[in-house]
């Protein structure tokens, strides 16, 4: 399994941010990881990748305990954060040269060429990144996130300020992804994880409300969103 997440926990004081998580992702999937807003989706995510220490249980990507041994986690995990940090004064060239350093990669300059045209930089590339539009900022975020070709992605809220044309282009490149690596998807745009996902996780005030298939969610010709309300809308 690519990533196991096991009894996960985290208090913020008398609120409990997650309750008991538990479930696995397995390669090749695509999983949509759906909530409310507070429904804990970020926090979990930032647990799961080691940016976040859970107050119980574990979470392993690539059977890798990332409390035990976060470097190696992290290595094999290309994440995209709600928040996008970025170096707005640096150039979008730089800033990726300055990513694939820290991983260390060997041939950063085809890596670089590669994921600006993945990602479809290429138009904006010679520009700082603080020059750019919020959607092609995003871009940059999933370049960085693509750049050491991780066997898993997390990404929260990917296709946040892109317009129609660029989510359809983001979203092929999430399902190219998918094919052989792993895909924990979080995202409020329904539609965007009916079009992306296979299997969507749904939690609700910290806790799962559901994990099956997109297909078994929507039998009986219910809607995503009809399901999302009817588990989430206390």
Known sequence: ????????????????????????????????????????????????????????????????????????????????????????????????????????????????????????????????IGQLSKGYKQRVGLAAALIHDPEVLVLDEPTSGLDPNQIIEIRNVIKAQGKNKTVLFSSHILQEVTAICDRVIIINKGQMVANDSLANLQSGGKSLEAVFRSLTNQ
């Not at 249980?57 to 035990?68: E, H, N, R």
Request: contains cysteine; hydrophobic residues 35%; glycine residues 10%.
């Open 1 to 128: 399994m690519s990533i196991e997440v096991s009894g996960l926990e985290k208090n913020y004081g008398a609120q409990k941010a997650v309750d008991n998580l538990s479930f696995t992702l397995n390669k090749g999937e695509i999983v949509g990881f759906l909530g409310p807003n507070g429904a804990g989706k970020s926090t979990t995510m930032k647990m799961i990748t080691g940016y976040l220490a859970p107050d119980a249980g574990q979470a392993k990507v690539c059977g890798i305990d990332v409390g035990l041994d976060p470097i190696a986690a992290k290595q094999k995990i290309g994440y995209l954060p709600e928040a996008n940090p970025l170096y707005h004064e640096m150039y979008v060239r730089e800033y990726l040269d300055f990513i694939a350093g820290v991983h260390n990669i060997q041939h950063k300059k085809s890596a670089i060429e590669s994921v600006i045209q993945l990602t479809g930089l290429t138009p904006e590339s010679t520009k700082k």
